[in-house]
């Protein structure tokens, strides 16, 4: 049977082009003779919308585009997702009943499911953690079901075309291991030739392989093909920017797996798929993802964000340390060099050595460059506001304004990115940067209004452990030269906002990297996430190294339990107090793994939390050190 | 029966400090030998905690909180929320399976619903709207009968305690109008003498009026009393802030309804319970909110909110306009003077007018004042950016830098808060507040890093006439005196960046609030969002004023169509384009209203739509126009 996968580009929140943009397709998969054209998930509309699906224009719009699918329906099957309308019936919240659906069209009908309710498809399984929030716009088939009165494998039956029936359900449906039911499992029991799941599924580093797994296991099980089509592009939700890249491919009942060469581009894959279960030649890929996938992952999301936000210029804030290095390499593979400007801003804590960093970065990636120093403003703000003499109009209250060495340091971050950098970027024509990575927005080590400015934070969801790593691939990779200088390396991780922190002897950054990217991690990133209790038990328990994976030893960063504690007890009051209000006011992040800030990891401003089994373990602890 | 509802104020997250709270009010209700003490929803844990309910840690401490409770509960019956667990399930999100749950207490014994699965009472029905995420961590009692072969009556059961059988729900199962069941009416098929609904419900404007007419209906349906209980306190989503009003009351068979005397005050009701369905005295409370409550959630939430973050000294800019002095003035019913730090900015382009209304203001709240005039630091970020030449390193690319006009604007905007703003809070020990509106923050007429920065956006759920109207209040109410010059209400609006918005001249904002105000809340406000077709049709039907609910005519601001239409256009791309990407930057915000910016009114970049039909509607009156 000759099918297309159309792993079509999708705009999310403009139905009108991705209809275009299908209609396109569906006439070459027609000049393909294809029987069947597959579309992703929600390819009318897009998903990730905020709470535009409230808008009764725009679902009418999504209705009608469905329509314009239907009617060019003629000679092929089209399989593709959209918003599915009931206008006589209320979701839970009042608003007009909307699902999830998949609609299948042939020779200009829809055709529903066998015996079902309406004339397209109901997905089952609604996610509703990370970033996706499915049951606050959707309605399930499990409650559709209960209401009408019948079981769920009643209401979970194949589509019948003329040559074949189709088992088709919806991205969660397939990922069923924590629901009690498994919707591919019902659709099996009532028969059917071939199963589609139409997908929009972000990016998420690993996922391909699991998701390999896990299809490959249920195509072997049902022993019929399973079409897997997903969307290309990116969706956001306000604060977590998502890569899809796609990956569309169609597993067989041997655990066998063909599919586009490319990720993260459109294509429309066609293939002759095997009804009588002969194999495809190829393996199952199992391939991890790493370094070369986030590299990937970044290059496309920046390029897609700054398109859709109408963005081709952009200003690097540039220190000389990896974090602004790597970003602006990574630019200057989306944009040619007369676009980007690198700006270095240095005040007197700056280093030549840094200085010097930035203006080989700059000469090595051939771009504008231009130095900066911020020594002047700084001194007219400290001027203007230290030593200050403040008073009540009547002269009944008086006080003296101080800004201690703390306070000017952030007035520098500020001074760069809201008074200079901006103002570059309006006179370049573009937008700046922001260089965060994941350690510094997990504990607020950014300032405000400085470093934290910008109109996206690519590194974001890096630990600078990855930062290094994507460093390194992009000149040992990539440029296959060295275009972000060793230096930048080697060089102490530091702000260079104060004596504090000069690298050239050795200061920088407080924080321990090696060891605090891990400890961070296993607060942000695991399924089950750690609390202070989890890290002092394991630590009395001497298996925290081994339950974070940090290779080195504890040891030698706290020479005694006391320290260890002070340590955990910074970060942890960073990470709850400060970090929470500073990610609220944080620009845009890309996400690459399974949790970035944002609305993927969901916050509440409500102060730090220490259990009581931890106070008790640090209790213990600081008295057996006596 | 002699009951008392402990409408005791909640701090989320802090489940110890919460169970201290309510220990003392159980034996304040023994004290006055109460046989029944009702707390809120979620009394222990608190509500809106962002993705903390996934940590192991924290549930275990909720847990270990809620059998303190029920050791408190000789000779009482205490019934609380709390988060309820089944540590042997999965939630369908594979981590442990939580409820939304309501525990009684009895002689140290929790008693379950009869019949029941656990040993506490399962929400039934669970929001998904505005800023309610129970889906994403709570498991629902629907779900929970269904997995185990139960009809939803089999599962709704009252607890029978000693002397009564209490049917128990939690806070959205009695608002229950679109969800096609509604547990109060199943629970009564069982018989209960008594029904209790907790609550963790946040204060909106004019819901308690909703929820009086709702609940007094319930009772007089049920035949049994009611008792409704509520939490006070702020909670937030990081986005968006909450004021919780408690106004927990109990209603009786008859429409009659006895509360506490005041909202927004933790305090302990003590009523006798009339089982036998005699009256209350005291009639329904029927009254609508206004300016009062407006004013009331405001100066509660910024104080609650100030102590949750531990600061209490504040900078506020004033620029003479209406925003800041109503913003000042709040501040003024919150912290006395000596912790208020007024500051006007003056440009050249700010006239001697709005500086003298700033200082008068400042001189009326007696509090600290002083002039920071910004005109050699703009005038040095603009030599140090303007005709600036920038290069490559190997001096291939050349150009030069320029500031427009505009972006000089912006370079005064950002050189106020961030630079100036920001380092006066830090050396005066205290935070700087956000003065935006409501109008501002849809369309984005503020600049980011610039008037959208501060600690707390505290009238940005407002429109620009409802922060006219709360000055007018804080005036006539309140202070009884003109603390706000009559001058800020008088004055053109204006953000006074340059001679095109000179205030004395009666040039200023683009914006003609009372229409955009109108407008804008069309769009955001209302259940059923409109979009530009919906305003164009009313438009060309010619009862736009009507549907808005505008006073004025559209004919006086628009003379004709295309006008209006250039007018529609603008403000909508601005509120989809940038007004988005502010906002993802932009402080949280005080809710007041059932829309508020932020994690309420949930949004995603995606660009700008105009529905076809809209672009034909579009067509046919301007070409009508000719």
């Keep these: 049977m000759k099918a297309c996968l159309a792993q079509i580009h999708v705009l999310p929140g403009q ?22 054209v597959v579309f992703p998930e929600m390819a009318i509309p897009g998903y990730l919308l905020g709470d535009s699906w409230e808008r009764d224009a725009f679902l009418r719009e999504c209705e009608a585009c469905g329509h314009r699918i239907r009617e060019a329906s003629k000679g092929i099957v089209v399989v593709f997702g959209n918003v599915g309308l009931d206008w006589r019936r209320r979701n ?48 399930d088939l499990r409650r559709l079901a209960a209401e009408e009165g019948k079981s769920l494998e009643q209401a979970l039956t194949p589509v019948i075309t003329e040559r074949m029936a189709l088992g088709c359900i919806l991205c969660e449906d397939a990922w069923d291991a924590d629901y009690g039911v498994s919707p591919l499992d019902l659709l099996k029991r009532h028969g ?25 296991a249920h195509a072997e099980r049902l022993e019929k093909p399973l079409l897997y089509v997903n ?39 066609q293939a002759d798929i095997p009804l009588d279960q002969s194999e495809f030649a190829r393996p199952l890929d199992a391939r991890e993802d790493g370094v070369a996938d986030i590299y990937q992952a970044l290059v496309f999301g920046i390029r897609e964000f700054m398109q859709m936000l109408g963005v081709s210029r952009v200003v690097v804030g540039v220190s000389g340390g ?34 010097k960093l930035a203006r080989t970065l700059a000469a090595n990636l051939g771009c504008y460059y231009v130095e900066a120093p911020i020594e002047d403003s700084v001194r007219l703000t400290t001027a203007q506001v230290n030593g200050l003499a403040i008073a009540s109009v009547d002269g009944s209250l008086r006080a003296r304004l101080a800004l201690s060495d703390f306070m000017i340091e952030n007035v520098q971050a500020r001074d760069r990115s809201s008074r200079l950098l901006a103002a570059f970027a309006a006179a370049f024509g573009g937008v700046f940067t922001c260089n965060a990575n994941k350690a510094e927005a997990t504990v607020g080590y950014t300032t405000l209004y400085g470093d934290l400015a910008g109109y996206l934070a690519a590194l974001a969801d890096l630990w600078k452990g990855e930062v290094y790593a994507l460093g390194r691939y992009l000149n040992e990779t990539v440029f296959q030269r060295e275009v972000i200088p060793a230096g930048c390396f080697d060089l102490t991780p530091s702000a260079e906002l104060g004596p504090a922190q000069a690298v050239d ?35 009395l328990a001497g298996t925290l190294e081994q339950q974070l994976g940090y290779k080195g030893k504890l040891a030698d ?34 996400a690459i793994k399974r949790r970035a800030f944002g609305f993927d990891h969901r916050e509440a401003q409500m102060g730090v939390w220490f259990s009581g089994r931890y106070l008790e373990l640090k209790k213990q602890a600081l008295a057996h050190q006596g």
């Design 15 to 36: 139905p009108a082009a991705n209809t275009e943009t299908m209609l396109k397709a569906i006439a070459a998969a027609r000049a393909q003779a294809a029987e069947l």
């Design 92 to 139: 839970e919240d009042g608003r007009v009943r909307k699902y999830n659906a998949l609609f299948v069209a042939e020779n200009g009908r829809f055709i529903g499911p066998r015996g079902g309710t309406y004339d397209f498809v109901v997905k089952t399984l609604l996610p509703n953690y990370r970033e996706f929030d499915d049951s606050r716009y959707f309605y």
């Design 192 to 216: 059917a030739d071939l199963f589609v799941n139409c997908s929009c599924s972000p990016f998420t580093l690993n996922k391909n392989v699991k998701r390999n797994r896990m299809f490959a």
């Design 231 to 269: 969307s290309v592009g990116i969706q956001n939700n306000g604060k977590t920017v998502y890569t899809f890249d796609g990956a569309s491919c169609i597993y067989d009942a041997h655990a066998h797996q063909i599919g586009l060469p490319a990720r993260f581009e459109a294509g429309l894959l």
């Design 322 to 355: 990896i974090d602004s290095a790597v970003t602006a390499a990574l630019y200057s593979r989306i944009l040619s060099r007369e676009n980007i400007l690198l700006v270095n801003l240095p005040s007197r804590f700056n280093s030549p050595t840094t200085v």
């Design 505 to 539: 002897q050795g200061l920088g950054d407080p924080l321990i990297y090696p060891y605090h990217d891990r400890l961070f991690a296993s607060w942000v990133e695991t399924w089950h996430r750690t609390t202070p209790e989890e890290i002092l038990e394991w630590y």
């Design 557 to 590: 960063l706290f020479p005694s339990a006391r320290e260890f504690i002070a340590d955990l007890e910074r970060w942890w009051r960073q990470y709850n107090g400060m970090g929470v209000a500073k990610r609220i006011q944080a620009p845009p992040i890309l």
